[in-house]
């Protein structure tokens, strides 16, 4: 992350310690639709019914949600979020609450709509691209895509914006396609910082046979990053987290530290899986049963090793040492 945003996150951190709150949201996954312009094999989220991929959340109510949660940083997903015809007032409500905002998108409507927005130090797309031309299209289960992504990209930056990226690994990749992938964002495409996770099994997704698992998810990682690999990427990650993909550390998982806020509520206990729905934000951190989820606790979770369940665990260890937060400022 770039160091300003570092050190507003460090603050937020030590904030939540001198108060002695157990429990925080760092980032919340808001998500003001579910309806998207593709059908994405990994995904689930547009198995929901016509009548809810229909809807749209009120402006109102989204920023509200963020500012109940207390939140620093709001990733906005979806569904694509440029299919929400307010989405431009979502994000400039947010950035005026002192927010960093991230927007998730498979950039196919970016070109359309990038004129509705203004760069801002605190805003980022967050781009999909799952992997070189062949590898993201078929996961998107549409030809063409890449090469849009990256017209989008390239068009995003030639505006001045920042450009991030997240891309998702399935048993079918190997450690030269982790490679391959990050070498190009970081070096050719130039994109200001990359995201990575092992895909997590959602239950309504079409493709159910090619997650990873634990052990897996390990041994990818740590040949993608031997030699040294992962120092030369710019990954929007705590070297922890990356530690623990590769299998030098373990953690449990803190789904509490970034909520997910839909159409339907607060989601009960993540955004990977929707177990209930609650109305405010105060039911879901104290009314939830936290400790039940994890690997090792709840069987839906055994191959679970996404950011969004550890990498918050990550960000809090490195907090509580000195060593790890020097390691993670000389990376920013």
Request: hydrophobic content about 40%.
């Amino acid at each position: 992350m770039p160091l300003r945003q570092s050190i507003r996150l460090g603050s937020f951190l030590l904030k939540q310690k001198l108060l002695r709150r157990e429990k925080f949201a760092l980032l919340v996954e808001l998500e003001p639709l579910f309806a998207c312009n593709l059908a994405c094999a990994g995904c689930g989220k547009i198995q929901h019914p016509a009548s809810i991929l229909k809807q749209r959340m009120p402006v109102e109510q989204a920023v509200a949600a963020i500012e109940e949660s207390g939140a620093p940083m709001v990733s906005i997903a979806g569904g694509e979020p440029l299919m929400h015809q307010q989405i431009d007032e979502i994000v400039r409500q947010l950035l005026a609450r002192r927010k960093i905002v991230f927007l998730c998108t498979n950039a196919l409507l970016l070109p359309k709509h990038l004129h509705k927005f203004t760069p801002h130090r605190n805003f980022a797309w967050m781009v999909h691209i799952d992997g070189l031309r062949e590898r993201h299209d078929a996961s998107v289960c549409k030809d063409g895509v890449f090469d849009q992504a990256v017209a989008a990209i390239k068009q995003a930056q030639a505006a001045g914006f920042r450009v991030m990226t997240n891309t998702t690994f399935f048993d079918t990749d190997t450690p030269q396609d982790v490679i391959d992938v990050l070498d190009y964002l970081n070096d050719e495409l130039g994109v200001d910082n990359m995201q990575i996770s092992p895909g997590f099994a959602y239950e309504k997704a079409p493709d159910q046979e090619h997650w990873l698992g634990p052990e897996e998810t390990r041994q990818l990682f740590a040949k993608a990053f031997a030699g040294g690999r992962r120092k030369k990427w710019r990954l929007n990650h705590s070297p922890l987290f990356l530690d623990f993909l590769e299998g030098k550390v373990d953690f449990s998982c803190t789904a509490w530290a970034i909520p997910s806020y839909s159409l339907k509520g607060w989601q009960r206990p993540c955004y990977l899986m929707d177990d209930e729905y609650v109305a405010t934000y105060k039911e879901l951190l104290e009314d939830t049963d936290w400790n039940a989820y994890g690997r090792g606790k709840d069987p839906r979770c055994a191959n679970c090793m996404a950011h969004c369940g550890y990498e918050p665990t990550a960000v809090v260890a490195t907090m509580r040492s000195l060593r790890e937060t020097i390691r993670a400022a000389v990376g920013s």
